[in-house]
């Protein structure tokens, strides 16, 4: 069931605009499950629509992570910027999370595939009955990923990536742990090295146990085996990639890379802007502050580049 939440004529945005907008709650219901997110229309421009695909871990449709005290709502924001310009756009609750979490899975049943499902009946649910003709992914972190694969499978007019790795998450975590003994090191690629043959492995040390628990292996099988790079170089549409140069999660060599691997992409980057979109510097406590400080509007050249790549569907 769709429900209407308000109607609204100006907010308070970085950009003005005199063109009423309409927000509603939508609902997806597909596979026994109810899955929500907010749509953000406006009667000047009813063939396009942005689908905004959150990051990693516990992230809702705002850009909000359920593990940090306080909102940074980046893509809220962000969506905000877009329907000043006429751009509607849909941003999604990750199945688990916010007004979706009924539709939690069990740990050891969640594959990364559920969540490029979830996205590919979003995609269709607003082609076939909100008819938009056109549909443009926006993902961000991990949602950069699922977003490339998405594009792949469905007729989506173009493809954005913000803050996307360009690396396997497996090469993801053996970089954060690079600082730990050998020893450990040592483990984690063996670990790596089973569960990219598709196998489990049973004997985990401790200390690794919170990454390599027996219910979450199979997840990481299915997650590791997709290469951000091998993916977006499989794009024919029109894809831009966005990297912020203070961004302390992902960096701009993970830009360089998917820029590299597809030849058709454009390549942004955005000095200053961090992982969650806002002005920071490099210094970590300093950085990290802005993640949960709901005050803070995103660097306005973020949604000036979208805008200015989306008005080229037009």
């Known amino acids: 069931m769709k429900k209407i939440l308000f109607f609204i004529a100006i907010f308070s945005s970085q950009f003005s605009f ?7 709650e ?3 219901n597909y596979n026994n499950v109810n899955l929500y997110g907010t749509l953000l229309t406006s009667p000047a421009n009813d063939y396009l629509v942005v689908l905004i695909i959150p990051g990693s871990g516990p992230t809702d449709r705002d850009g909000n992570s359920l593990m940090i005290k306080g909102k940074n709502n980046s893509l809220k924001y962000l969506a905000e910027d877009l329907i000043a310009k006429e751009i509607p756009s849909l941003r999604i609750d990750k199945r688990g999370i916010g007004e979706s979490a009924d539709a939690i899975v069990k740990e050891e049943d969640l594959r990364f595939e559920i969540y490029i499902d979830d996205v590919i009946n979003w995609v269709e649910l607003l082609t076939q009955e909100y008819r938009f003709k056109k549909v443009i ?3 961000h972190s991990e949602g950069s990923l699922i977003g490339m694969i998405v594009a792949q499978k469905t007729n989506t007019a ?3 990536s913000i ?3 360009g690396i396997p998450a497996d090469e993801i975590i053996k970089k954060q742990l690079e600082t730990q003994p050998d020893l450990i090191k040592e483990e984690v ?3 790596f090295d089973k569960l990219k043959e598709g196998d489990t492995v049973g004997d985990i040390n401790p200390m690794l146990f919170s990454i390599f628990r027996p219910s979450v292996q199979p997840y990481m099988i299915s997650w590791i085996k997709y290469n951000p790079t091998h993916e977006i170089a499989k794009l024919s549409v029109p ?3 966005i990297q912020g140069t203070t961004d302390i999660q992902v960096s701009k060599e993970d830009a360089d890379l998917l820029h590299k691997a597809n030849s058709k992409s454009k390549l942004i980057l955005i000095e200053g802007m961090n992982h969650v979109f806002k002005l920071a510097p490099l210094n970590q406590e300093e950085n990290i502050a802005t993640y949960s400080n709901p005050t803070l ?3 306005p050249q973020l949604a000036n580049e979208i805008i200015q790549f989306i008005n080229e569907f037009k």
């Open 18 to 24: 005199s063109q009423n907008f309409k927000e509603q």
């Open 26 to 28: 939508i609902e997806l």
């Open 137 to 139: 992914i926006i993902g």
């Open 158 to 160: 173009g493809f954005i």
């Open 163 to 165: 803050a996307g790795t």
């Open 189 to 191: 690629n063996r670990v």
């Open 239 to 241: 894809s831009l990639i």
């Open 297 to 299: 509007k995103n660097v």
